[in-house]
């Protein structure tokens, strides 16, 4: 079993759906990431949670510590959202190299 | 603006051959990554680097070697290619320490190596 769980793997949606993407990890950790990947693209951050919620723009992630699970929420999806979202966890206690384990990604399609 | 560059968007090899790839950053970063990413299986760390001269082995480091002789620079070698190993590869930097301002990775734009 991996350490970091995403689902779904797959996820089509219209324009302006809302949308979830689930993470969910078995280790104890220090920070969670969200991060996306657009198509032939390198990879940005969009958020780095160690508890409770955070909002940017149209973009909603948020983190239950106790459960080990993370979510995170695109509201009035958009084609441009279309890309690759990627869960990666920071143990908890680990030496000061920064070391991430990550999911496997969530591939997003979002159609007009 | 924080910056981490790639040698080469795209490169197409030959089974066998020796095959280098740069990394470079420019935020004076003291941890450095190399990983390759798979369809299904996400990005994998190969090593990583948290001083100059310093390496550590990730969790698949069997066919790779690195090199950091400067801060800002880490680079990926291939000793002898194979096709298995044609991948994504991407590299990322952070500062060293335990802080949550120290978690975030930096990534470059990847480079897609093909071996053929």
């Known amino acids: 079993k991996n350490e970091v769980e995403q689902s779904p793997q797959n996820l089509t949606a219209q324009e302006g759906e809302f949308i979830t993407i689930n993470c969910s990890y078995s280790v104890g950790i220090s920070a969670l990431h969200w991060l996306q990947q657009h198509p032939g693209g390198g990879i940005v951050s969009l958020f780095m949670l160690s508890s409770g919620k955070k909002k940017h723009g149209r973009l909603i992630a948020t983190i239950n510590i106790q459960e080990k699970h993370s979510s995170l929420h695109i509201t009035a999806s958009h084609p441009r959202d279309s890309a690759v979202y990627i869960c990666a966890v920071r143990s908890a206690g680990g030496t000061s190299y920064g070391k991430l384990t990550f999911g496997q990604g969530t591939i997003l399609t979002v159609h007009p | 603006d924080v910056k981490v560059t790639q040698s080469s968007r795209y490169l197409v090899k030959r089974t066998g051959e020796k095959v280098f790839l740069e990394c470079v950053q420019d935020m004076d970063h003291e941890n450095m990554f190399w990983y390759r990413q798979d369809p299904g299986l996400g990005l994998r760390l190969i090593y990583f680097s948290y001083d100059v001269k310093m390496k550590e082995k990730g969790d698949i480091p069997e066919g790779y070697s690195v090199s950091r002789e400067k801060k800002e620079r880490f680079s990926l070698i291939l000793e002898s290619a194979s096709t298995n190993q044609t991948s994504m590869y991407l590299c990322?930097?952070?500062?060293?320490?335990?802080?949550?301002?120290?978690?975030?990775?930096?990534f470059g734009p990847g480079t897609r190596l093909t071996v053929l």
């Open positions: 990322a930097s952070s500062l060293y320490g335990r802080g949550a301002s120290y978690n975030e990775q930096f």
